[in-house]
């Protein structure tokens, strides 16, 4: 089978300034970054305020297995086939983190004939937004221990900072930490640790700011923690907003890149849907929808963290309303729902398929709850039976909706033009009404609880001791209006990640409570869930490296 990076190496890329010219932009309005990726200028984005916006369409799908769902394939092989049914089409996607890629998930730039280019880059370096972001997060922790080493003005409790480091890179062992030690000269010695670059609140205000002027207002209003009679402190009582600001400069503006098949392609940002809000960013959507007829986005892990967040939390802050959705699922996955073991996924089984076509189901139910037509995109595989793909199907129909089979990453665009018919047809029909789950005046815990119960079939969420107190603190202090961002493993509705189908009844244990002040939504840690998650015992690390000839191999 010939492998991703190679389709990707045979690509008959075109220079980055005539896919800038299929969207209307001049060679000003990018800064090339070589000659297949650029960053479309902050004055090119200023002109393009006020435009109509073309029809935003969202990639969402079932809880992912380790049999693969293909989210992002799809997004992209939607979006070269609207571009062939005679669409101005433009792909949004996230950025990939370092950390899953030397790790277990693998990369975000689609597979097989249905990926953006170029394709090592984009999952290596790229253009160094995520080194941008985990500067600007560790100068405000290092502003924060000098502050505090040269006198403390502001009189921070050591005991109650909140601002953790950040590095993109799976790494357990940094969780939890003490520093300081050794010396006065040293610093003050305390208990920290460090997430992993996407879960830290400057990528979620990368992700949600509209221009440099509010990237850095909500930079300023950053909690980094408290005074010792329990004031808040921000960054900018520290001063560093500015500081963060420059060093974000360049990363704020979106990446243009584009498809194997020459589509336009914004990639931006890379917040987590687990542990963070999961969408690329609002600079990025808003830029392809003034340029564009369609604009083709996902939303990260299945639709229960994914779309909700994408739908709670951009759509609210931004201002955007999808006109479709796309919910993506395998025969493979569906029948690892229905109980069938990863070794035995070639075996046909129509049971196993009807069985886990429940949480299929629950995905559906939950989005037509916001008011959003949904088709189901199968992305197809070569074992896949005639005899499964109708009991989807005849699923798919009892539930009021169309179940496409979409052959995009062997075919390209070519194998989901039935997809992207119907894609337009129902952000043609008129049918989206778009509303938010919650409205911003209920408290934040009945925002939580209406997530669990509504979103996962809770039965009712559990706070551990101290999260009420603490919600009710931040809403006398005035952040009650803010959504809420549920952390917790994207494996199962339920934070049993065992637990796969469409479970009900279940208690959701919030363990903990952030405030992202700057980022604008308040984060419910719930379960076991890790901000920093570790390598598997054989981490794809261990299979990378250059061939004789200086290429990369084993990268996907």
């Given at each position: 089978?010939?492998?991703?990076?190679?389709?990707?190496?045979?690509?008959?890329?075109?220079?980055?300034?005539?896919?800038?010219?299929?969207?209307?932009?001049?060679?000003?309005?990018?800064?090339?970054?070589?000659?297949?990726?650029?960053?479309?200028?902050?004055?090119?984005?200023?002109?393009?305020?006020?435009?109509?916006?073309?029809?935003?369409?969202?990639?969402?799908?079932?809880?992912?297995?380790?049999?693969?769902?293909?989210?992002?394939?799809?997004?992209?092989?939607?979006?070269?086939?609207?571009?062939?049914?005679?669409?101005?089409?433009?792909?949004?996607?996230?950025?990939?983190?370092?950390?899953?890629?030397?790790?277990?998930?693998?990369?975000?730039?689609?597979?097989?004939?249905?990926?953006?280019?170029?394709?090592?880059?984009?999952?290596?370096?790229?253009?160094?937004?995520?080194?941008?972001?985990?500067?600007?997060?560790?100068?405000?922790?290092?502003?924060?221990?000098?502050?505090?080493?040269?006198?403390?003005?502001?009189?921070?409790?050591?005991?109650?900072?909140?601002?953790?480091?950040?590095?993109?890179?799976?790494?357990?062992?940094?969780?939890d930490m003490a520093l300081g030690?050794?010396?006065?000269?040293?610093?003050?010695?305390?208990?920290?640790?460090?997430?992993?670059?996407?879960?830290?609140?400057?990528?979620?205000?990368?992700?949600?700011?509209?221009?440099?002027?509010?990237?850095?207002?909500?930079?300023?209003?950053?909690?980094?923690?408290?005074?010792?009679?329990?004031?808040?402190?921000?960054?900018?009582?520290?001063?560093?907003?500015?500081?963060?600001?420059?060093?974000?400069?360049?990363?704020?503006?979106?990446?243009?890149?584009?498809?194997?098949?020459?589509?336009?392609?914004?990639?931006?940002?890379?917040?987590?849907?687990?542990?963070?809000?999961?969408?690329?960013?609002?600079?990025?959507?808003?830029?392809?929808?003034?340029?564009?007829?369609?604009?083709?986005?996902?939303?990260?892990?299945?639709?229960?963290?994914?779309?909700?967040?994408?739908?709670?939390?951009?759509?609210?802050?931004?201002?955007?309303?999808?006109?479709a959705v796309v919910l993506v699922?395998?025969?493979?996955?569906?029948?690892?729902?229905?109980?069938?073991?990863?070794?035995?996924?070639?075996?046909?089984?129509?049971?196993?398929?009807?069985?886990?076509?429940?949480?299929?189901?629950?995905?559906?139910?939950?989005?037509?709850?916001?008011?959003?037509?949904?088709?189901?995109?199968?992305?197809?595989?070569?074992?896949?039976?005639?005899?499964?793909?109708?009991?989807?199907?005849?699923?798919?129909?009892?539930?009021?909706?169309?179940?496409?089979?979409?052959?995009?990453?062997?075919?390209?665009?070519?194998g989901a033009e039935e997809l992207?018919?119907?894609?337009?047809?129902?952000?043609?029909?008129?049918?989206?009404?778009?509303?938010?789950?919650?409205?911003?005046?209920?408290?934040?815990?009945?925002?939580?609880?209406?997530?669990?119960?509504?979103?996962?079939?809770?039965?009712?969420?559990?706070?551990?001791?101290?999260?009420?107190?603490?919600?009710?603190?931040?809403?006398?202090?005035?952040?009650?209006?803010?959504?809420?961002?549920?952390?917790?493993?994207?494996?199962?509705?339920?934070?049993?990640?065992?637990?796969?189908?469409?479970?009900?009844?279940?208690?959701?244990?919030?363990?903990?409570?952030?405030?992202?002040?700057?980022?604008?939504?308040?984060?419910?840690?719930?379960?076991?869930?890790?901000?920093?998650?570790?390598?598997?015992?054989?981490?794809?690390?261990?299979?990378?490296?250059?061939?004789?000839?200086?290429?990369?191999?084993?990268?996907?």
């Open positions: 089978m010939t492998s991703d990076i190679h389709i990707a190496r045979q690509a008959s890329k075109l220079p980055i300034a005539d896919i800038a010219g299929r969207l209307g932009l001049r060679l000003t309005d990018i800064l090339p970054y070589g000659h297949d990726k650029a960053k479309i200028t902050h004055d090119a984005l200023v002109g393009l305020r006020g435009r109509d916006p073309g029809k935003l369409v969202l990639v969402t799908a079932i809880n992912p297995t380790p049999a693969g769902e293909g989210k992002t394939t799809t997004t992209v092989g939607l979006g070269d086939a609207l571009n062939r049914i005679g669409k101005r089409a433009t792909i949004c996607i996230r950025e990939a983190s370092l950390g899953p890629n030397f790790g277990m998930k693998g990369g975000a730039a689609g597979g097989g004939y249905a990926q953006i280019v170029p394709m090592e880059d984009m999952n290596l370096h790229f253009t160094g937004d995520f080194h941008a972001i985990t500067s600007a997060h560790n100068l405000l922790a290092a502003m924060i221990d000098n502050h505090i080493y040269w006198g403390n003005d502001l009189d921070i409790d050591t005991r109650r900072v909140t601002w953790r480091r950040v590095m993109d890179m799976n790494d357990r062992a940094l969780r030690l050794g010396g006065v000269s040293n610093g003050f010695p305390r208990q920290t640790g460090f997430d992993i670059t996407v879960a830290s609140e400057v990528m979620a205000i990368l992700c949600l700011a509209r221009d440099l002027a509010d990237l850095q207002l909500r930079l300023g209003r950053i909690v980094i923690g408290y005074t010792r009679d329990h004031r808040p402190v921000t960054a900018r009582d520290l001063k560093a907003d500015g500081a963060m600001t420059v060093l974000l400069r360049d990363a704020l503006q979106p990446n243009l890149v584009q498809t194997l098949e020459n589509n336009p392609a914004l990639v931006h940002g890379g917040p987590f849907a687990n542990i963070a809000h999961g969408c690329n960013s609002v600079i990025a959507t808003r830029a392809a929808l003034a340029m564009s007829e369609y604009v083709v986005t996902e939303a990260g892990f299945g639709a229960d963290l994914g779309a909700e967040k994408f739908l709670d939390i951009k759509c609210r802050l931004a201002g955007l309303a999808p006109a699922a395998t025969i493979r996955a569906l029948k690892m729902n229905g109980g069938v073991a990863r070794p035995d996924l070639a075996a046909a089984n129509v049971r196993a398929v009807t069985a886990g076509c429940a949480n299929l189901g629950r995905h559906i139910e939950n989005l037509h709850g916001f008011g959003l037509p949904v088709v189901v995109a199968l992305n197809h595989f070569d074992g896949d039976s005639a005899d499964e793909v109708a009991a989807l199907k005849n699923y798919c129909t009892r539930h009021g909706v169309k179940a496409i089979v979409a052959r995009h990453w062997a075919e390209g665009g070519a992207a018919q119907e894609v337009v047809a129902l952000a043609e029909s008129g049918q989206a009404d778009f509303h938010t789950l919650y409205p911003d005046q209920m408290s934040l815990w009945q925002k939580i609880e209406t997530i669990c119960t509504r979103i996962y079939r809770a039965a009712h969420a559990e706070a551990a001791a101290g999260v009420r107190d603490q919600l009710e603190a931040w809403e006398e202090a005035g952040h009650g209006g803010m959504p809420v961002c549920i952390a917790k493993t994207q494996y199962s509705f339920s934070t049993d990640p065992a637990l796969r189908g469409a479970p009900d009844g279940h208690v959701i244990p919030v363990r903990e409570v952030r405030l992202s002040a700057g980022a604008g939504f308040v984060v419910a840690v719930c379960g076991e869930i890790m901000t920093m998650p570790g390598l598997p015992p054989h981490p794809a690390a261990e299979s990378i490296g250059l061939d004789a000839d200086g290429q990369i191999e084993g990268l996907f």
